[in-house]
């Protein structure tokens, strides 16, 4: 770790010692040697090709466990010149295809389909904030309670600085996804622990731990969703909702340095040649000024509107049914469905002869009125009773 951090400029952070110190440990795990006993290029090269042929690795990762090697191979044998001949490899040709984006129309078939899972409210604020904020799933699920900020209207949420986290730090707007995340915090299993885990198991955690989900979890539930949704499970992965969302700042005119904030890109990436060195409080009022949110004295906004629930004030995306943050209805159809409830719940405790029958409908109707997926599941249930 000192070797890394003091000699190696290309270190530039804790989190990428833990990678390298990461696949140095699946290094020695699955090599075919020790890998201390590596001694010449022809041994690398043999690992090198274990990884393809015995354990199926693509380019990208043999590429990674390559680099990972080196870097342990030239410390370990000190510089010795054969470690300057393993080569890493070309980094893998990236390309986004704005065919796979994830639309609007899909991306509502998902939120709805998260309905007919357990932890519905959770997974509706995972998929929100992924297609909202635009960050990896790494950076989403490593978020706890103390690091969101929903005092007042503009909302952030910052970065989990002491996991490891890839090229990302300082608070991040939070603009539609507000309101689901809001709607998980009412029944979140830990809401008054700063250091409880976000997006947070509801089964099978001790209040010794974080409680975070584990990413290979959470991803295969994404999918799971996804097919629930009609769509195709192998091509929504948690990464698609980043390039989406990248996709969509790009498309409305959001500035290079804007997204470059909120994608937390390097100052020297390639997407973009310039970049505007600011504070994160003043880009998140940029961003928050772009969508005009909050300072309704701010007239500079050239971006599109969010639109905002005439009750609460959630901001919404425009396609909602329900307001994701107080459950008003939106449109005429949601409007009426919420009217069935009422008249549907009225009919049966008028018809009903049991007190606690009653008071059970009564309890139901009070739930509806917050919960937009519970309504309609008792509409369902009334129509099959009548």
Partial sequence: VVHLRASDADVDSLGTVVGHLNRCRLSAERAHVAITEMTDIEDVNAFKLHLEDVHGLSDGSVRNYMKSMRKFLQWYHDGDAWTEAIKVGSPPERKHDPDEEITSDELNAMLQAASEFDNATRNKALIALLRDTGLRIGAVLSFQIKHVDFEGRRGTISINEDANVKDA??????TWSRGYVANWLDVHPRPDDPEAALIHKTRQWTEDEHGALRQQYAGRRIQEIAETAGLDPERIHAHLFRGTAVSEWIREGLSDQKIKHRADWSEDSRMFSTY??????????????????????DEDGTGPDLEECPQCRTALRGREEYCPGCAAPLTSTADETSAEVDAALREFMVAEHSEARRAAAADAAAAAENDPDFARALIDELQDLR
């Fill in 276 to 297: 505007s060195r600011v504070t994160d409080e003043e880009m998140n009022d940029e961003i928050f000024s772009f969508y005009e949110i909050g300072d309704e004295n």
């Fill in 169 to 174: 730090d300082g608070p991040k707007p939070v």
